[in-house]
């Protein structure tokens, strides 16, 4: 591999590492205060993206505007999702029949967008889609640094709202031990709520940024259901941070494997770094006790 | 309307399998409701109307309609109006076997038409020689079809996936040594007409010794080209070859254009020839190569009323080459039908097929024959984006505009 | 799945069973569903319908080879998909590269479905609830990556076509298939009805209810979960054979989806996880209502809405299936059925306890 090759492949994997710790970090955190694996997160990622090439075609105007729509609107959908769904399961199989009950939804959301806006595939066409700079002799596509600074700055709120406010703490709280949580007086039951809210707020902001520099179609959240699991388990179940650090390495790893296998044999990578995670240790490797157990 | 009527068709069966699986009175449902009579044509066709293919398969649903819509002003086929039962396979290889199966057996259609894109006309083939029908397709152009050796399988277009650049290898072959490109790269989706006409290309290069200096493949559905752009841009060939189907074409440009790689040519398959491509792209598209089975110009018997009508009914536009594909694909039918002068299921088949084996048909696409396995025996053109619009410029005969020998940049 | 409510039928216990008229009812009904089945392929030469038939005991078969996991252990798989897909890439792989009879390739893939699923199930048993959900995800997600690449083997994205091991036509093709599935699917119930029946069983079932109580109470749970894993996966893999032989055309995306394994889910739930016939039913109910949607409303996206929100109805609503709710409708107006004897999750690892006690000193001695 030449230098080249070599840090146009890091830059690659550190842009779209940021893109994935976004999209995954939803899913973490609904795992955390639910113990949810909300299969249907990748496909509303998808409908984000729906929503903002919908947005942009319609009024002409950025993409990236549609957030501030689709932000708010996702939060209450979050919120209810739990309240009017996922809450009528009962504890004891909670966690096996969410899964069926959110893989339920994914279905129905991919069944609308393709009843909604058919199966062509659609893409956003923005006056920078094409656009790039050099750094150092290798290229940046202004698209996909836009896409990872906006991943940034929500995995910052996240960060900021989990680590510096009351609610964020309540959440931590609800995430590390739920009854110990409620002895101390913490509404574990509205604060479960409002993680679910911002855990669906994130998929409105991924979804976005993921639409910004890729085709969408109502299938594809399938392909990103697989990635995602895997960053997930490998950060350790629950865990926010463990689920960005997994990102960011399984990104840069899956770009640098992608020069000498191929594309599909370097998505791989995801898939190998699951199988290997719970065989040698199933509770992740970046925090996180749940696995095993759930 | 006619879309209508083969719903309560569609739903007749499903009520019936739904009793036939219960076991209730079934032969008095198993018959359907064979209502193409003695005053309609109705020819069945399964398109992919969603999923990968889907721009291609309404360009195909197009130049059909606007064949029934023709033939019927001409007081029809045989003097029998044509309808059209057309089902959405949604791009998936087991639903167009589905599809066929139900139309044929079910619905008992008179004739079939093909669906669009080899992979599924290689799905849909088996199913149609099994009930032993005629089965002119638009869009299976790879050499695995032909091989199969179906005798029932005829291509509606002038040439097979391999030979679809055989007037650019020609051309580069005649270029000044400096000139000629020394080095080409190769991005294929994993699909046997994408893939066909790529490798066709390559494999000539190859043996005349124009090094291959990347050779890449995805899947179908692929969405994210930035490592396969990566890589094209690192072996900075001065040929571009993209074995693509609509979609991915856009994407693997505007991955490459991120990466401001500049061939001195590119050629990609399938995506040029769609209206769509121009629109997703805007002035890049400008010098980009692709092969055609069709020209709006050429001079062919009904070639002027056909651009005529497209021009018509979709705003003054030139009609695609899937359009134009699948209008001859009834013109071939057509031809048979009227030769031989029957249209229905059992042997009258075998007639229009071995009439089809015998004779050259007129089309718009210019004379077609075939040989035994169904192989047309002409050349696709070459067209390229020309001041924005998608001109031929080989064989130099029919060109309409000059072979622009360096690609702009995008 | 929930406990208390939740009864285990435990009449098929033989010896000790009081009234034997509702179990020749049984075996009446049974019988002449079968002969029903069987006659199907007599009462139409449509194509069309007899495609559709054979493909409903394609789900049938698949969603009972699922439900040897989902209904004796409670863990739900959404990845069988890849043992369907497997079965069917090896036997075609058999018959178009190795020249093997399609009955040897048909037997030798199940089997090497079988041997593949040990270590899989080594690893994905490791870890319960969401944990094994992922694993089985994301094995039917490597194999389709798998699949698609690995052109040389397996065709690639463009599939493979396995030629027609019976040269009749199209119509008979269909017969016989439709035959060929109802045997495996009379053997795969057979052996699903036997273990359902024995000691084996009743440890499986435990785990189910509670496994930690289970573990503790003696069951090897590990082993038994294992042996119920490949075996799940040997029939699975069967029906992908079966399906490789009579569709002909392998297309990795459709033979490695998610969308698969979710339906082998939703017609067992549908049924009940918990009844021999409860995948068989499901299959019915789904496989009819898949075709009426994809046919009806095919060029929309409108079937995946139809099944998503019947999963979802029967997840929150009916966890227990339709054939309980049917008993439980018949109980309520038919005639008290005092002779069913029932018991409760607690009773029956009472039961399993009982047995072990009484098991041990002998097993040592």
């Given amino acids: 591999m030449s230098g080249g090759l070599f840090l146009q492949s890091l830059i690659l994997g ?9 999209m995954a970090a939803g899913l973490t955190l609904y795992f955390g205060v639910m113990r949810v694996v909300m299969i249907a997160h990748a496909a509303f990622l998808v409908l984000a993206g729906y929503l903002a090439w919908f947005f942009t075609t319609r009024t002409g105007l950025d993409p990236i505007l549609s957030l501030a ?8 959908l979050g919120v209810g999702i739990r309240r009017l769904l996922i809450t009528r399961l009962k504890p004891a199989t909670m966690t096996m029949m969410s899964v069926l009950l959110t893989f339920a939804l994914a279905l129905v959301i991919e069944g609308l967008l393709g009843f909604t806006f058919t199966g062509v595939q659609r893409r956003i066409r923005t006056g920078y889609s094409s656009a790039n700079f050099e750094i150092f002799g290798a290229q940046v596509a202004v698209v996909k640094l836009i896409a990872f600074v906006l991943a940034v700055v929500a995995l910052g709120s996240l960060w ?9 703490q309540a959440l931590r709280a609800t995430i590390q031990h739920r009854e110990a949580a409620e002895l101390v007086g913490i509404d574990t039951d509205k604060v479960a709520g409002y993680g679910f809210g911002i855990g669906l707020a994130t998929a409105a902001v991924g979804g976005t940024a993921l639409a910004l520099d890729a085709t969408i179609y109502p299938s594809l959240h399938w392909h990103w259901i697989g990635p995602m699991m895997a960053i ?11 689920a960005a650090m997994a990102a960011m390495a399984l990104g840069i790893i899956h770009a640098f494997l992608q020069v000498p296998l191929g594309a599909t044999w370097a998505q791989t990578v995801f898939y190998v770094a699951l199988f290997g995670t719970l065989m040698v240790r199933p509770q992740g490797f970046f925090g996180g006790r749940l696995a095993q157990r759930f | 309307m006619s879309r209508r009527r083969q719903v309560g068709t569609r739903r007749t069966t499903v009520a019936c399998a739904t009793l036939g699986c219960a076991a209730l009175a079934l032969a008095a449902c198993g018959d359907g409701d064979a209502e193409s009579g003695d005053d309609t044509i109705e020819i069945g066709i399964s398109l992919p109307l969603t999923g990968d293919f889907s721009e291609p398969g309404e360009g195909v649903r197009r130049g059909y309609e606007l064949w029934a819509e023709m033939v019927n002003e001409e007081g029809g086929l045989l003097g029998r109006r044509v309808e059209l039962n057309i089902l959405d396979d949604q791009s998936n290889a087991d639903r167009v076997v589905a599809d066929y199966e139900a139309l044929i057996s079910q619905d008992e259609v008179d004739l079939v038409f093909g669906p669009f894109s080899s992979r599924l006309v290689l799905a849909s083939a088996r199913v149609v020689d099994e009930y032993g029908m005629l089965f002119v397709e638009p869009a299976g152009a790879s050499e695995e079809i032909f091989e199969a050796g179906y005798d029932n399988l005829f291509y509606a277009a002038p040439a097979v996936a391999d030979d679809h650049y055989n007037y650019l290898f020609d051309y580069i072959m005649e270029m000044p040594e400096e000139e000629r490109p020394d080095s080409v790269a190769y991005a294929s989706m994993d699909d046997p007409l994408a893939q066909g006409t790529a490798y066709g290309l390559k494999d000539k290069l190859e043996e005349a010794g124009i090094e291959t200096v990347a050779d890449e493949v995805y899947p179908p559905n692929t969405t994210e080209f930035s490592g396969i752009a990566a890589q094209l841009a690192e072996a900075d060939a001065d040929l571009l070859v993209g074995g693509t189907q609509y979609q991915d074409a856009v994407n693997l440009i505007v991955a490459v254009q991120q990466l401001d790689y500049q061939p001195r040519m590119a050629a990609f398959s399938t995506a040029p020839t769609l209206p769509e491509f121009s629109e997703a792209l805007g002035d890049d598209v400008e010098g980009i190569l692709a092969p055609t089975g069709y020209s709006a110009a050429a001079d062919y018997p009904t070639n002027a009323e056909f651009v005529e009508r497209i021009a018509e009914r979709y705003d003054g536009r030139i009609p695609s080459e899937d359009e134009a594909n699948a209008f001859t694909t009834g013109q071939v039918v057509q031809a048979a039908v009227e030769a031989v002068g029957c249209a ?3 042997e009258c088949q075998q007639k229009l097929i071995d009439w089809l084996h015998e004779n050259t048909v007129d089309t718009v696409v210019g004379p077609l024959s075939w040989d035994e396995a169904g192989r047309p025996d002409s050349a696709h053109f070459i067209q390229q984006h020309v001041d924005g619009e998608p001109e031929i410029v080989l064989p130099e005969d029919q060109a309409t505009a000059d072979f622009i020998d360096v690609k702009p940049e995008w | 799945m929930p406990n208390d409510s939740d009864l285990a039928d435990a009449s098929a216990q033989g010896a000790s069973r009081p009234w034997p008229i509702p179990r020749l009812l049984g075996t009446g009904t049974l019988g002449a569903l079968a002969i029903l089945v069987l006659s199907f392929p007599f009462l ?5 319908l007899l495609s559709t038939g054979v493909f409903i005991l394609n789900y049938a078969l698949m969603a009972t080879g699922w439900n040897f996991v989902g209904g004796f252990t409670g863990y739900i798989s959404l990845g069988h998909a890849a ?9 075609a792989i058999m018959i178009t590269r190795l020249d093997m009879p399609w009955y040897l390739a048909l037997v030798t893939s199940a089997a090497a479905v079988a041997v593949i ?3 899989v199930g080594i690893a994905a048993l490791r870890v319960r609830g969401a944990s094994f959900v992922i694993v089985t995800i994301a094995f039917v997600m490597i194999l389709l990556l798998v699949f698609q690449s690995w052109a040389g083997v397996t065709g690639g994205s463009s599939g493979l076509m396995v030629p027609r091991a019976f040269d009749v036509l199209r119509t008979q093709h269909h017969q016989i298939f439709f035959y060929l599935y109802a045997a495996a699917l009379a053997l795969t119930l057979l052996v699903w009805w036997a273990i359902d029946r024995s000691r084996f069983g009743m440890g499986l079932k435990a785990i189910r209810e509670d496994e930690d109580k289970a573990r503790a109470l003696g069951v090897p749970t590990y082993a038994s979960k294992l042996v119920v894993f490949v075996l799940s996966a040997f029939f699975t893999g069967l029906a992908g054979g079966l399906y490789a032989l009579w569709f002909g055309d392998l297309d990795p995306v459709f033979q490695f989806s998610i969308l698969m394994g979710a339906y082998m889910v939703l017609m067992a739930l549908l049924g009940g996880i918990r009844e021999l016939f409860g995948p068989v039913l499901g299959a019915l109910v789904v496989g009819v209502s898949v075709e009426y949607f994809k046919s009806e409303f095919g060029d929309t996206q409108f079937h995946l809405v139809a099944t998503g929100l019947l999963l979802a109805l029967v997840v929150l609503f009916m966890p227990e299936g339709l054939i309980p709710w049917l008993r439980g409708l018949f109980q309520r107006f038919g005639p008290r059925a005092s002779s069913i004897r029932e018991v409760s999750a607690g009773e029956l690892a009472e039961q399993v306890e009982r047995e072990h006690a009484v098991d041990e000193p002998g097993s040592r001695s």
């Fill in chain 1, 232 to 242: 997930i388990v490998v950060g350790g179940l629950g865990s926010i941070p463990g």
């Fill in chain 3, 44 to 48: 139409t030469d449509t194509g069309y």
């Fill in chain 3, 83 to 91: 043992y369907w897909g497997l079965g069917a890439y090896a036997t």
């Fill in chain 1, 69 to 76: 729509v689709t932000v708010p609107a996702f939060f209450v």
């Fill in chain 1, 14 to 22: 550190v842009l779209l590492g940021g893109l994935y710790a976004l």
């Fill in chain 3, 117 to 119: 699923a040990v270590p």
């Fill in chain 2, 344 to 346: 229905e299921q059992g």
């Fill in chain 1, 160 to 168: 900021f709202v989990l680590k510096k406010t009351s609610l964020g």
